[in-house]
C-alpha cells in the first residue's frame, strides 16, 4: 500500500482513537467506518500515545488526554458541519485536511451538500483503497491537493467548488503542524476561495501548549515522528479576523464543549501561564 508520510499518519491515530471510541458505551458519536481506516500503523501510533499519557504503575497523569480530547472535538465538529448544512443556503462542505475522516460516510446530510475532500494523493489513494465497498451518504468528492502548494485552487473548482457560493470549511488536527506564515498563507487563500456567508472551524493550541512541562511527553511523541507542533497562539480571534472571519473559540471543559468527558481544569482566557486548546467556530465577517 502507498507510504504516508509523517504528518500524514497521523490521521491513522485519528482513525484508531474513533475506533475506540466507537467501542464504549458512553461514546460520544459512532464511527462503524474507523476500524476499517485504522490502517497497519494505526494501532502503534495509538499505543504510543496511550503510554505517554498514562503512566505506567498507576502514576497520576501529567499529559492532556487525547482520549477526551479527540471524542470532544469529533463531536463537537460534527454538531457544528450539521448545524451549517442545515441551512439551505449552503451547499458545499470542505473538509481540509481529510485524512481518514468518515463524516461523508457515517453521517446523514441534506441532499443538497456537496462534499470536497482536500489531501494529498497519497492519503486519498490510501483511503479510497480502505473504502472501496463502502458507499458514501453524500455528493462525497475527493479533492487531491498540497493545502500548502500550488494548485489547490483549480483542483477545487475541477471537483465542481464555486467559490461564488457559502461554504464551509473545517480544519482539524492541522494547523499545529504548520509554520506561523504557513497558517496565515492558508487562511488567506481559503479567504480569497469563500463568499460571503462561509463558515470555518478549526482546532488551535496556544503558544505556552507547545513548550509546557505538562504536554512535553506528548509533544515527544509528535516530534520522534517527524510531525511536532510548531504553531500556537493566544489570540486565535485575532488570527481569523485577520482573514475577514468572525470567530469564537471555546476551550474544551466549557459547557459547549464538555459533554460529561472532560477531566482536566479549564483556565479561564485571563489566567497567563496556561496551556491551552481551542475549538474555533464561525464565519465569513462581509
Same mark, same amino acid.
Given at each position: 500500500?502507498?507510504?504516508?508520510?509523517?504528518?500524514?499518519?497521523?490521521?491513522?491515530?485519528?482513525?484508531?482513537?474513533?475506533?475506540?471510541?466507537?467501542?464504549?458505551?458512553?461514546?460520544?458519536?459512532?464511527?462503524?467506518?474507523?476500524?476499517?481506516?485504522?490502517?497497519?500503523?494505526?494501532?502503534?501510533?495509538?499505543?504510543?500515545?496511550?503510554?505517554?499519557?498514562?503512566?505506567?504503575?498507576?502514576?497520576?497523569?501529567?499529559?492532556?488526554?487525547?482520549?477526551?480530547?479527540?471524542?470532544?472535538?469529533?463531536?463537537?465538529? #460534527?454538531?457544528?458541519?450539521?448545524?451549517?448544512?442545515?441551512?439551505?443556503?449552503?451547499?458545499?462542505?470542505?473538509?481540509?485536511?481529510?485524512?481518514?475522516?468518515?463524516?461523508?460516510?457515517?453521517?446523514?446530510?441534506? #441532499?443538497?451538500?456537496?462534499?470536497?475532500?482536500?489531501?494529498?494523493?497519497?492519503?486519498?489513494?490510501?483511503?479510497?483503497?480502505?473504502?472501496?465497498?463502502?458507499?458514501?451518504?453524500?455528493?462525497?468528492?475527493?479533492?487531491?491537493?498540497?493545502?500548502?502548494?500550488?494548485?489547490?485552487?483549480?483542483?477545487?473548482?475541477?471537483?465542481?467548488? #464555486?467559490?461564488?457560493?457559502?461554504?464551509?470549511?473545517?480544519?482539524?488536527?492541522?494547523?499545529?503542524?504548520?509554520?506561523?506564515?504557513?497558517?496565515?498563507?492558508?487562511?488567506?487563500?481559503?479567504?480569497?476561495?469563500?463568499?460571503? &456567508?462561509?463558515?470555518?472551524?478549526? #482546532?488551535?493550541?496556544?503558544?505556552?501548549?507547545?513548550?509546557?512541562?505538562?504536554?512535553?511527553?506528548?509533544?515527544?511523541?509528535?516530534?520522534?515522528?517527524?510531525?511536532?507542533?510548531?504553531? &500556537?497562539?493566544?489570540?486565535?480571534?485575532?488570527? *481569523?479576523?485577520?482573514?475577514?472571519?468572525?470567530?469564537?473559540?471555546?476551550?474544551?471543559?466549557?459547557?459547549?464543549?464538555?459533554?460529561?468527558?472532560?477531566?482536566?481544569?479549564?483556565?479561564?482566557?485571563?489566567?497567563?501561564?496556561?496551556?491551552?486548546? *481551542?475549538?474555533?467556530?464561525?464565519?465569513?465577517?462581509?
Amino acid at each position: 500500500m502507498t507510504q504516508l508520510d509523517a504528518i500524514e499518519r497521523t490521521c491513522l491515530l485519528t482513525a484508531a482513537l474513533r475506533a475506540g471510541e466507537s467501542r464504549r458505551e458512553d461514546r460520544l458519536y459512532d464511527d462503524p467506518y474507523a476500524g476499517l481506516l485504522v490502517g497497519e500503523a494505526g494501532p502503534g501510533l495509538l499505543a504510543e500515545i496511550r503510554s505517554a499519557t498514562f503512566p505506567e504503575g498507576g502514576a497520576p497523569r501529567t499529559v492532556p488526554s487525547t482520549f477526551d480530547f479527540n471524542p470532544i472535538r469529533t463531536r463537537f465538529f #460534527d454538531d457544528w458541519l450539521q448545524r451549517a448544512a442545515a441551512d439551505g443556503s449552503v451547499s458545499q462542505i470542505v473538509l481540509a485536511p481529510a485524512g481518514m475522516d468518515a463524516r461523508a460516510y457515517r453521517l446523514a446530510w441534506p #441532499d443538497h451538500v456537496r462534499f470536497f475532500e482536500i489531501d494529498r494523493p497519497a492519503v486519498l489513494e490510501v483511503k479510497d483503497k480502505l473504502l472501496a465497498a463502502e458507499r458514501p451518504a453524500t455528493d462525497r468528492r475527493p479533492v487531491p491537493a498540497d493545502l500548502l502548494a500550488p494548485g489547490l485552487e483549480d483542483a477545487l473548482r475541477e471537483a465542481g467548488y #464555486d467559490p461564488g457560493l457559502p461554504s464551509v470549511w473545517l480544519f482539524e488536527g492541522l494547523l499545529y503542524y504548520f509554520s506561523e506564515a504557513e497558517v496565515h498563507g492558508l487562511l488567506e487563500r481559503v479567504a480569497a476561495l469563500t463568499a460571503p &456567508g462561509s463558515r470555518i472551524a478549526a #482546532d488551535l493550541v496556544n503558544e505556552v501548549a507547545l513548550t509546557a512541562p505538562g504536554v512535553r511527553g506528548l509533544l515527544e511523541v509528535f516530534a520522534r515522528w517527524g510531525c511536532p507542533w510548531v504553531f &500556537g497562539t493566544d489570540e486565535p480571534e485575532a488570527l *481569523f479576523e485577520r482573514h475577514g472571519f468572525t470567530v469564537e473559540a471555546v476551550q474544551p471543559g466549557e459547557p459547549s464543549a464538555h459533554y460529561g468527558r472532560w477531566r482536566d481544569p479549564v483556565p479561564p482566557r485571563s489566567a497567563e501561564g496556561a496551556e491551552r486548546v *481551542f475549538l474555533v467556530h464561525g464565519g465569513r465577517s462581509a
